[in-house]
């Protein structure tokens, strides 16, 4: 298993240039996590501009970079892939397959398809509670039919904040899933991520940049950086 820490990409006012009183930019937290020794980023696209990010992409610092965004048509994934990002994260939960297929194609090699999971059903994720949307394994089976490169399960409770893995729906799903499947959750120790990897997980979203809670960066990187 690998991790793969998650950097936030937000739209700020003024230079983006690090410094003591400023948190480090995209490129600068990219750098540090590469010298870590991790092998893998995902940059989470909060609120920007999708053409604005991809004119003026991070340098990856040799990392393999994925990227989550709000994607709303075709033209959003080809722009990031061909800004730099080997693989774009697009939410599955709010459409049918058909919809979500015209959404990815012809990159659905290079899609991760994202479902966002609450007590073992699927769930759309909108400000105040969540509302159930099917079973996860029968949407899993169907996107996979699509050749996408992986999904991810993104873990949450009922008022759509980050949640606990559910190891047991986890291990299920990679026995049964004809492809790679990632989680993102709630981890306080290495020991979060042993239990994924001995699920059979094939990567874990850790963190938000270089703040992860109570689990040690390059301890991380050296058990688990790829």
């Not at 690998?2 to 937000?10: F, G, N, R, T």
């Amino acid at each position: 298993m690998i991790v793969i820490p998650v950097v936030a990409v937000a739209p700020a006012p003024g230079s983006t240039r690090s410094s003591r009183h400023r948190p480090l930019g995209p490129a600068d937290t990219l750098l540090e996590l590469s010298r870590l020794g991790f092998s893998h980023a995902h940059l989470r696209i909060d609120g920007t501009c999708i053409t604005d990010f991809c004119q003026e992409f991070p340098i990856s610092h040799g990392l393999h970079l994925q990227v989550g965004a709000d994607i709303q048509q075709p033209d959003d994934v080809d722009a990031f892939l061909t800004g730099g990002a080997e693989y774009v994260v697009v939410q599955s939960h709010d459409r049918d397959v058909d919809r979500f297929w015209a959404l990815i194609e012809p990159h659905d090699h290079a899609v991760i398809a994202a479902v966002s999971v609450c007590e073992k059903r699927v769930v759309c994720r909108q400000p105040g509670p969540c509302s159930v949307m099917r079973q996860p394994a029968d949407w899993i089976e169907e996107l996979a039919r699509l050749g996408i490169a992986g999904v991810l399960v993104d873990h949450c409770d009922d008022q759509g904040r980050p949640g606990r893995c559910d190891l047991s729906f986890l291990e299920d799903l990679v026995e049964t899933a004809n492809l790679p499947i990632m989680a993102a959750g709630v981890f306080d120790r290495l020991g979060d991520l042993d239990a994924l990897q001995d699920r059979g997980v094939f990567a874990a979203l850790l963190g938000d940049g270089l703040d992860t809670r109570g689990i040690d960066l390059a301890a991380a990187a050296g058990e688990f950086g790829g």
